[in-house]
């Protein structure tokens, strides 16, 4: 399988620099589905254009990158336009990279976990195991679904920041299958310092951490695994600090958090996105407003508790569940977070069978992402239509998410259920019985 | 020692301005001739100097030269505050007081449109060098959205000595000054040397009021005017308590065509001689024409108006916005040097914080060449508290067009921070193109050294302090549909709601196998809950056990069968 995933690798990097050359790039940059106010290449230029004149880019509201990616934009944006374009496929060809290296090792991994619970399993449900031969082409699959997955091009293209983002998430995910899960704890503190919300992706590590160093029977919560808890978590907090104090000493006080995890956690902004933020706070009574973005601040967070709880023996996908989570509830996404869904979904092509509304997802996506530039330009251009075209357009492409992501979780759990219970359960006259979820 | 003039000027074919300048000059806190209610607001709020100018209409500086106070569009207010701390809470408050005192929305100067310009605005009084070169002290504000009528014609008067009785403001009638083309109310304060040693300072209070008038609509095509056709009265006293009160009569045009006369004969003809302008100034001794009837000043043209060139000032400005969309745009300002000679332009910007000017795209132009200025000034805003602030300091080359452009992207807004017509659009106030002109061609304000006009006709100085004031900008923003917070607020909740159900049900619920024949209905089910309650003990061994294969990890090969007996007690719930 190596020759056809280097095939689709190569032909996913000429298409970029290939579309690099259109007006592509500079279209997509403008676009609000794509950049948020947080991930836009221009507002990153524009904070540099303050700096260099000597003028504190966190003193107006334009520039909410963090002091790090400050400077890494600032090192970047030194160079010609046409190298800039150059280093984002690079970037691009790092983040393939990492992929294929995890689903390299996400494959073996994926065949230790079931090697050793495959006592437990139904004897019926042998035809439901995992086998070597689908692993080996992992690779393929996940470098076509990040080579050409539009979001993940249209991200590229626009030079929009959340790259770096999807890097470090990715590098995490890595480190957290090869077991390295202090390394893995320090990538998500990382990306948490870029972007916040990925503090939740400290639970799956510690778990996973948990499983990999248990020995015999323990139980999560016997007081060694929350030792291996607090180890993990402490971990990822003490190197959150340590960046936060770098930065500091970089920018020369603490100014930039309110212009970065204020404007996060406040969404002062109301730019159009394809979240549910932007109008919901619009429309927000000046009353309420402080209690709405709590609950829709923890909204984001809370999934957490229960999916840890439920997905307790697959960190993995605990991990990327909740990339869905803050990839849909975040308070300014972009195709950025699809994209990254989209790259990593092929790593669960097993489950896809057992998924019942594949069809409907699949339409809704194609259909919000021809129609969300439309109907903006329609609102915005040419005046004919208003707000609420470009609202309903975001809160469908929200549901087709939410769609897919708990289809993707219903179908792995009844794959669970049927690899303990089998998949033949008759009732007493013979007919099938049906499999429904109670409680 | 207070003293009213009024001048007249053709400032171009077919426009006729008048300005009534009224100055007081009184020692602190001597309040018989300055205006106590005033005087009380400037000292509670230690004001130094303050300038409100209330304006409705655009001076057009390339047809109409320089006005001899130049104001935007709207209320523009700057304040010097004396030393002292909080000043930003004193600016609050004397914005209230002033609201009240001159019956305009001046509160509406709040910290969103605030700045503190570090160059363009230096105290116009007595200062010393440390106190101005520190901007801390200095606020400036404008509304451009105000409107000017009546409202605010009446108290600009109460502060006058005489009041509107008697003198030359009898002769504001509110109802043709408002007919006119632009008008504009100014209250000047600001601290003067009372001698020429200069060991007290005293507080100089001037209030102006220009009115520009196409005397033409009214009269068979000639450009004749008189009291009576301007202001519908005529003069009939004159302030007693006024040292000086005269009438001028800009006349430097008499003898070339067009011609007129004025009735009656003035008293004498002035010559005011200043670098590169000399004007014939006519006066009028206000008290040698009252007897035996009143003044009514009259100018009669021999010929019918005719239309031609009228030579450019040395300075002006012209400011638009440019762009399509709601999204984004851009702001060009172009300023031209009609002079000979190269001069420094000091050009300041106040741009609300929902217009987000982007530093990056600023620039200067001039005939293609890209022109580095020798200073900038940029403050960005902060949303929804500070505005944006631009000061240039760049040179004008001669005879030549300097162009600054900047580029802009529209914020969006929460719906309550729309004004009440939301598709009217946002104003944005002028800038300020302030400089030093070597020439005082069409340049009628008086030097700022002196405070009474009669004392600048002579004037040797060879540098004159201009200030200019752009266009406002009529700027549309995307507006929400402001019919819709209930119904956003249910979908947006719904679409949460299906995630949080569909995550629930996955996270709490197991998958288990069941009959679904045996599956009631709802009333049966109500029936059974009600039931379920008294056998609760019952029910719960069957629960449990059929729970337990499905969550732990043994051998359950016997399971299906348990599963499908079991369902009799587990389908109700």
């Not at chain 1, 082409?137 to 983002?165: E, G, H, K, M």
């Not at chain 1, 960046?243 to 404007?263: A, C, D, H, K």
């Not at chain 2, 959205?145 to 600009?156: A, D």
């Not at chain 2, 947006?492 to 995630?499: L, M």
């Amino acid at each position: 399988m190596v020759l056809p995933t280097a095939i689709s690798f190569v032909c996913g990097v000429i298409l970029r620099l290939a579309l690099f050359r259109s007006s592509l790039p500079d279209w997509l940059s403008t676009k609000t589905e794509v950049v948020t106010p947080l991930t836009s290449w221009g507002r990153a230029m524009e904070g540099l254009a303050l700096h260099r004149e000597g003028i504190s880019p966190y003193s107006g509201d334009i520039f909410h990158e963090s002091p790090l990616m400050l400077k890494i934009l600032g090192f970047i944006s030194r160079f010609s336009p046409n190298t800039i374009n150059l280093i984002f496929v690079l970037l691009d060809i790092i983040q393939g990279m990492i992929l294929l290296r995890i689903a390299n090792t996400f494959g073996r991994h994926m065949l230790l976990r079931q090697a050793t619970s495959v006592k437990n399993y139904h004897p019926d449900a042998k035809k439901n195991l995992l086998r070597k031969e689908d692993l080996m082409d992992l690779q393929f699959y996940v470098t076509v679904a990040f080579s050409f997955n539009p979001y993940s091009i249209a991200t590229c293209l626009a030079r929009s920041t959340a790259v770096f983002n999807n890097i470090i998430i990715l590098l995490a995910l890595y480190q957290m299958l090869k077991g390295n899960s202090f390394l893995s704890a320090v990538f998500v503190a990382l990306a948490a310092y870029i972007s916040m919300y990925p503090i939740i992706l400290c639970v799956p590590v510690a778990v996973h951490y948990f499983l990999m160093s248990r020995k015999g029977g323990m139980h999560y919560t016997d007081p060694t695994a929350v030792v291996s808890y607090l180890q993990i978590l402490g971990v990822t907090f003490m190197s959150l600090a340590i960046m936060l104090l770098f930065s500091m000493l970089f920018v020369g006080s603490w100014e930039f958090i309110p212009s970065t995890y204020g404007f996060i956690l406040g969404v002062p902004d109301l730019t159009p996105n394809l979240g549910l933020f932007w109008y919901f706070f619009t429309e927000m009574f000046e009353h309420f407003r402080t209690f709405f973005i709590c609950v829709f601040q923890i909204n984001v967070v809370i999934y957490t508790i229960p999916l840890a709880i439920r997905l307790r023996e697959h960190p993995t996908f605990l991990f990327y569940m909740l990339l869905y989570t803050i990839g849909i509830f975040k308070s300014y996404p972009g195709y950025g977070d699809v994209g990254l869904m989209f790259a990593l979904l092929p790593l669960w092509k097993h489950v896809y069978q057992y998924m019942r509304n594949t069809f409907v997802t699949v339409c809704m996506f194609l259909v919000c992402t021809v129609f969300a530039p439309i109907q903006y330009y329609l609102w915005i251009y040419a005046g004919s239509a208003n707000a609420n075209f470009y609202f309903a357009i975001s809160l469908a492409f929200s549901t087709a998410q939410i769609l897919m992501a708990t289809d993707l979780l219903f179908g792995f759990l009844k794959r669970e259920f049927y690899l303990h219970n089998g998949d033949k359960h008759k009732l007493p006259d013979g007919t099938d019985a049906q499999i429904i979820l109670d409680s | 020692m207070p003293g009213r003039r009024w001048i007249t000027t053709i400032i171009s074919l077919g426009h006729a301005a008048q300005t009534f300048l009224i100055t007081i000059n009184s020692k602190v806190q001597h309040y018989h001739l300055f205006p106590k209610s005033l005087g009380d607001v400037l000292t509670t709020y230690k004001v130094k100097e303050l300038h409100l100018s209330q304006t409705q209409g655009l001076w057009k500086h390339e047809k109409w030269g320089y006005p001899p106070e130049d104001a935007p569009p709207g209320d523009e207010l700057w304040v010097w505050f004396q030393p002292h701390s909080g000043v930003d809470q004193t600016w609050a408050d004397l914005v209230n007081a002033l609201s009240g005192l001159f019956c305009a929305s001046l509160n509406f100067m709040d910290s969103k449109s605030t700045v503190q310009p570090r160059w363009s605005f230096r105290p116009a009084g007595l200062a010393s060098e440390f106190y101005s070169a520190n901007s801390r002290f200095v606020r400036y504000s404008t509304l451009p959205r105000e409107v000017v009528c009546t409202e605010n014609l009446t108290p600009w008067k109460k502060l006058l000595p005489c009041g509107s009785k008697i003198g030359l403001a009898s002769l504001l009638n509110s109802v043709k000054i408002y007919d006119g083309f632009y008008h504009s109310l100014g209250v000047h304060v600001r601290s003067v040397c009372q001698d020429t040693q200069c060991l007290t300072p005293a507080t100089e209070l001037k209030q102006t009021l220009t009115v520009v008038y196409d005397p033409t609509t009214n009269k068979n095509g000639k450009q004749d005017w008189s009291f009576q056709s301007m202001f519908d009265r005529t003069l009939q006293s004159q302030c007693p308590l006024a040292d000086t009160r005269k009438i001028y009569v800009d006349v430097t045009t008499q003898e070339t065509l067009p011609k007129f006369s004025l009735s009656p004969v003035p008293d004498f003809v002035l010559n005011q001689k200043r670098s590169g302008e000399e004007r014939k100034i006519a006066v009028y001794q206000i008290g040698n024409h009252l007897s035996p009837s009143s003044l009514n000043l009259k100018a009669m043209y021999e010929e019918k108006l005719t239309f031609s060139n009228s030579s450019l000032p040395p300075v002006y400005a012209n400011r638009f916005v440019t762009g399509y969309g709601l999204e984004r745009g851009g702001v060009t300002c172009m300023i031209y040097n009609t002079m000979s000679s190269n001069t420094t332009v000091i050009f300041m910007e106040t741009v609300p914080w929902f217009l987000r000017v982007y530093f990056s795209s600023l620039r200067i132009e001039n005939d293609g060449k890209e022109i580095k200025p020798y200073k900038i000034n940029f403050i960005p805003a902060k949303d929804r508290a500070n505005p944006y602030q631009m000061e240039l300091v760049f040179r004008l080359f001669a005879n030549s067009v300097t162009k600054i452009t900047y580029s802009f992207e529209r914020a969006f807004l929460k719906w309550t921070e729309y004004p009440p017509d939301a598709n009217h659009g946002f104003y944005v106030s002028s800038a300020v193109v302030s400089t030093v002109l070597p020439v005082a061609s069409q340049y009628t304000a008086t030097s700022q050294s002196v405070s009474l006009l009669e004392e600048s006709f002579s004037d040797s100085s060879s540098s004159f302090f201009l200030r200019l004031h752009t266009e406002t900008l009529l700027v549309s923003l995307p507006t929400p549909d402001f019919s819709m917070p209930y119904n956003v607020i249910c979908l947006a909740c719904t679409v949460v709601a299906i995630a949080f159900g569909s995550l629930h049900n996955l996270t709490t619920r197991d998958f288990t196998a069941s009959d679904p024949s045996k599956r009631k209905g709802l009333v049966a089910k109500l029936k059974s809950f009600f039931k379920k309650e008294k056998e609760s003990p019952e029910n719960k061994p069957d629960s449990k056990e059929e729970e337990i294969p499905s969550q732990k990890d043994k051998d359950n090969s016997k399971s299906e069968e348990k599963d499908s007996k079991k369902k009799d007690g587990n389908s109700e719930t």
